[in-house]
């Protein structure tokens, strides 16, 4: 069986040590009051949350499923609402919201830390309320007065929840194709009519009304993504006093048979006359979606960096007790009838690798979520602008290379089990299926990497990038004549003299043949990816190195553990920047010249 403890030693350690994110939070007026104290309690009261609620009916969630009971109703697995009850009497689902609506007003950089713990104890359950928020922060935005007053006290209380149906049968990816009509009412409210399929929590059991957001076309709208608007659609049509009235014309068709995130109904939803409200201007929806679909898209890295972490607890666990064969150099436990098969090379690679990549994307989306915070609430317009910029450029990087990892490292540790990893009873298959989804909605991982190239780079001449590189390059400054921290500070330096070049000639092909963006943008995202792996390695390895040589033979083995990981990361993984970079360096030529006929 699986088991699973919230990695809050680690977790402080980045917040605290790594970014010190309390005193950056101290600048913004909103957090002035923030304290460590503070942050640390509530992660761990969070933890156990996530670990005695949550975890333990993630397999069952997973086995049992949601059941289509018929008529549009869907029935979440045992335990689930009971779940939300104890999340909304704890008080969870108001953490980072504003207190005008009824929220604590945490930080994001907290909240991010609590998702993460969620998504390991259970990512099928944690996308109910993290949909919910997403609708949230859409709403906060875009929403008249009237909208926000009667939906998002209801939405941050946990009593109503929310979804964003945008994918079509015909259209995913591609929404300038979508078909849904919205006709006006005379009372200026619109009733639409479409099909929306692969709607995650679309219809459920856990909240007493759903609020969907749903795109949709005025009569009028312009062909394309420019004709299409944004509108509230609620399960139950509320009365202006927030008591639910009829029941609303969208509906659950069916629910979709799925490899893995059993626990969470993934619906067809069928609209016919249905109400809805305009959020935003006319045929400008897809622009008031994106706040929600960028929330979403970091939503789904932190599921993934979740996964990691659980799978990779579990899989370091067994190979400390699992034996079979003896270490090559020799017994190391003489008294047993083999060795645990954490003494042979390969099974530490593949943990090693799990570990580097868990603790490096929780150092990257911790300080991603600390650019969220400072560009919503920081005094300075130049310094919000900054961190918005950053938060922009790297949000298809979190979502994309996080999720690539968390399939790699989920199949690493269900490998350490052997065969017994493809067995249900362990639950690492779980982990392998659930991980698998991450790499496709919210845009999928190839879209991500067109964005990066495409828009976030070179749409800007790669001035965001280089306000990136600008960090780097002023850190390396700083540790250049460090001896001790070479081995670190070189390869980072490296790999960013490398990609500016790499970037410049992508550039420039890309000037002569669009298609050459095509064919290196999931190469040069995983660049990218490791560029930003390198840069919170370093910064993890200085402060480890620190405590190290001021402490000597007392420092705590963590500190130990982080600096032989990092010295991994660089040894073992970021060396594949180099065969990313030949292929991306390869163009388009042996992509196009082949006939579709020919395939």
């Known amino acids: 069986m699986a088991q699973y403890t919230p990695p809050l030693r680690d977790m402080q350690f980045v917040l605290h040590e790594v970014h010190g994110a309390i005193d950056a939070l101290r600048e913004l007026p909103a957090h002035a009051d923030i304290s460590r104290d503070l942050t640390d309690q509530v992660l761990e009261e969070g933890g156990k949350f996530c670990a005695e609620v949550l975890f333990p009916i993630n397999r069952s969630g ?23 009850q104890q999340f909304k009497d704890g ?25 993460e713990m969620m998504n390991s104890a259970n990512q099928a359950w944690t996308m109910y309320p993290g949909l919910t928020h997403g609708a949230y ?14 939906y998002l ?18 259209c995913g990816t591609d929404l300038g194709m979508l078909r849904s009509k919205a006709e006006p009412n005379p009372d200026g409210s619109f009733a639409i009519t479409g099909t929306k399929i692969f709607i995650s929590s679309g219809e459920h059991d856990m909240a007493a009304n759903i609020v969907h957001l749903v795109l949709a076309r005025l009569p009028d709208a312009p062909a394309g993504t420019k004709g299409i608007s944004l509108f509230i659609v609620p399960k139950f049509v509320p009365d202006a006093d927030g008591s639910l009235g009829a029941r609303n014309g969208i509906t659950c068709g069916r629910i979709e048979e799925k490899m893995g995130i059993h626990g969470n109904a993934t ?19 897809l622009n008031a979606m994106f706040v929600m679909m960028n929330a979403a898209r970091i939503g789904v890295g932190m599921q993934s960096l979740g996964l990691m972490e659980v799978a990779y607890q579990n899989s370091l666990a067994y190979a400390k007790d699992r034996i079979q064969s003896r270490s090559l150099t020799g017994p190391k436990a003489p008294e047993k009838a083999a060795d645990p098969i954490i003494v042979h090379p390969d099974v530490r690679r593949m943990l090693l690798t799990q570990k580097a990549y868990t603790e ?143 970037t410049m000639e992508l550039g420039m092909k890309a000037m002569g043949n669009p298609d050459e963006a095509g064919a290196a943008a999931v ?22 190195l620190e405590k190290v040589e001021a402490e000597g033979d007392a420092v705590e083995p963590f500190y130990r553990s982080k600096l032989a990981t990092a010295r991994f990361y660089f040894a073992k993984l970021q060396p594949e920047t180099a065969s990313l970079m030949r292929s991306a360096r390869a163009g388009s030529k042996s992509l196009m010249d082949l006939e579709p006929e020919l395939f």
């Open 62 to 84: 997973d086995e049992e499923g949601c059941t289509y009971a018929g008529n549009g109703v869907v029935k979440t697995p045992k335990g689930f609402k009971e779940a939300w």
């Open 91 to 115: 008080g969870w689902p108001t953490l980072t919201c504003a207190p005008e609506y009824g929220g604590q007003g945490m930080p994001a950089t907290v909240g991010m830390a609590f998702q």
């Open 137 to 150: 922060d859409c709403l906060k935005e875009h929403g008249t007065d009237v909208q926000k007053a009667l």
């Open 153 to 170: 006290p209801r939405m941050v209380s946990g009593e109503w929840m929310g979804t964003m149906c945008l994918t079509e049968p015909h």
């Open 267 to 285: 619906c067809e939803m069928n609209l016919i006359g249905a109400t809805g409200w305009m959020v935003g201007e006319p045929n400008k929806g």
């Open 360 to 502: 490096g994307a929780r150092c990257f989306a911790y300080w991603l979520a600390l650019q969220a915070d400072v560009a919503d609430g920081h005094p300075d317009a130049d310094a919000r602008k900054a961190s918005h910029d950053l938060l922009q450029l790297l949000t298809p990087v979190v979502k994309a290379f996080i999720t690539d990892n968390a399939f790699l490292t989920t199949n690493l540790a269900l490998q350490v089990y052997g065969g017994h990893g493809y067995i249900r009873e362990w639950g690492m298959e779980q982990y392998v299926r659930d991980a698998r989804i991450n790499m496709i909605y919210e845009g999928t991982n190839t879209i991500q990497s067109l964005d990066l190239l495409g828009r976030k780079v070179l749409g800007d001449n790669g001035t965001k990038l280089k306000a990136f590189g600008k960090l780097i390059q002023d850190f390396v400054e700083e540790e250049g004549t460090n001896d001790d921290m070479a081995e670190f500070v070189n390869p980072l330096a490296d790999l960013g003299e490398k990609t500016t070049k790499l």
């Open 523 to 544: 190469d040069y995202l995983r660049v990218i990816g490791h560029l930003v792996m390198s840069y919170f390695w370093a910064r993890m390895a200085k402060v480890a």
